[in-house]
């Protein structure tokens, strides 16, 4: 197939080399700086899925139709990619690999002649300069749209690319995106910090503040009327049972998830964002939480300020000590 990856940062770069070792025809857009350096050494994968080498066609923007499109853009970065592609990719199906909530709506909206479908992905991939990634954990994706069971455009892409990377397709896809959502809230506390995930969850007062953002989360959704998704070894059930459990209890959960990822440090996607000098997504993970509460005449207290001290952090440039941190949530 003739497969189109829109963005070349770290999860891009992984699906577009892992999709390209299956045969297919892929091109990439990049663009500033990285544009001339993938397309003259090619993308570079190491870590979890071992060592490999694509050299796709890479181009600034899309000129030919092609069978399907990968957007993987940062999320505050897809309505505007996305845009500037579709006179090309309207028609084409499209799958969303994104963070938030918001990914598969913006990509209807703006492409209202495509099938447009969302990954959610677990993979840990560091970005280490143009066409170079290191994936530290690899980990299943999961492919789906809507609320209802999975049909049979979502087990047809699903195939296609659990051939290249381990995929699954998923009912209730809007439920999996809040479950996602929920493991998502590892990321803020390392980009205010600078330290590393395990970092993170390794001090206690740090732990327990991510658990409250994540019960938080869950609180929010369940009041919404969301009934989330199985991802990873969460469920509904486990969720709704983690957000009543005292906060001591809940520390269980991200405990767990450090478990599972090993001694490799995880920045985080945000944290990987600031390091590059980057606008955070800061807004459609913690902010996200923020805004659903809103939307239904809620507080989302602690979100909110985790939203806050990241964008505090791009401003100024500065990391905050955990001291520091723990303190503005007293």
């Known amino acids: 197939m003739r497969i189109a990856v829109i963005g070349a940062g770290a999860l891009g770069s992984t699906f577009a080399c892992l999709l390209a070792e299956q045969g297919h025809d892929l091109i990439v857009t990049a663009r500033g700086a990285a544009l001339p350096v993938v397309q003259a050494d090619g993308i570079r994968l190491i870590g979890g899925y071992g060592d490999r080498l694509a050299r796709p066609l890479v181009v600034e923007r899309l000129v030919a139709p092609c069978d399907l499109a990968l957007v993987c853009t940062k999320a505050q970065d897809a309505a505007a990619a996305i845009a500037e592609n579709a006179a090309v990719l309207d028609g084409t199906p499209v799958i969303v690999v994104q963070n938030g909530l918001d990914g598969v709506t913006t990509a209807r909206r703006l492409l209202p002649q495509s099938a447009c479908f969302g990954l959610i992905t677990i993979i840990a991939a560091h970005y280490e300069g143009p066409g170079r990634v290191r994936v530290t954990t690899a980990a299943p994706s999961y492919l789906g749209r809507g609320d209802g069971p999975a049909d049979a455009a979502t087990l047809r892409w699903q195939a296609v690319l659990d051939a290249a990377v381990p995929t699954l397709a998923v009912d209730n896809f809007v439920g999996a995106q809040w479950t996602k959502l929920v493991v998502n809230m590892l990321n803020a506390l390392p980009a205010i910090?600078?330290?590393?995930?395990?970092?993170?969850?390794?001090?206690?007062?740090?732990?327990?503040?991510?658990?409250?953002?994540?019960?938080?989360?869950?609180?929010?959704?369940?009041?919404?009327?969301?009934?989330?998704?199985?991802?990873?070894?969460?469920?509904?059930?486990?969720?709704?049972?983690?957000?009543?459990?005292?906060?001591?209890?809940?520390?269980?959960?991200?405990?767990?998830?450090?478990?599972?990822?090993?001694?490799?440090?995880?920045?985080?996607?945000?944290?990987?964002?600031?390091?590059?000098?980057?606008?955070?997504?800061?807004?459609?993970?913690?902010?996200?939480?923020?805004?659903?509460?809103?939307?239904?005449?809620?507080?989302?207290?602690?979100?909110?300020?985790?939203t806050e001290l990241v964008h505090e952090v791009e401003r100024s440039g500065e990391f905050l000590r955990p001291g520091d941190v723990l303190a503005r949530f007293t």
């Open 193 to 306: 910090t600078g330290l590393s995930v395990q970092e993170v969850i390794g001090q206690a007062g740090l732990r327990r503040l991510m658990t409250r953002s994540m019960r938080e989360t869950v609180r929010v959704g369940l009041a919404t009327q969301v009934r989330f998704g199985s991802l990873q070894g969460l469920s509904h059930r486990r969720l709704r049972m983690f957000a009543l459990a005292p906060l001591w209890a809940g520390q269980l959960l991200p405990l767990s998830m450090r478990s599972r990822m090993g001694t490799v440090p995880n920045q985080g996607s945000t944290l990987q964002s600031l390091g590059r000098g980057q606008r955070t997504e800061i807004d459609f993970l913690n902010g996200a939480v923020a805004k659903a509460a809103a939307g239904i005449g809620v507080a989302a207290p602690v979100n909110a300020l985790l």
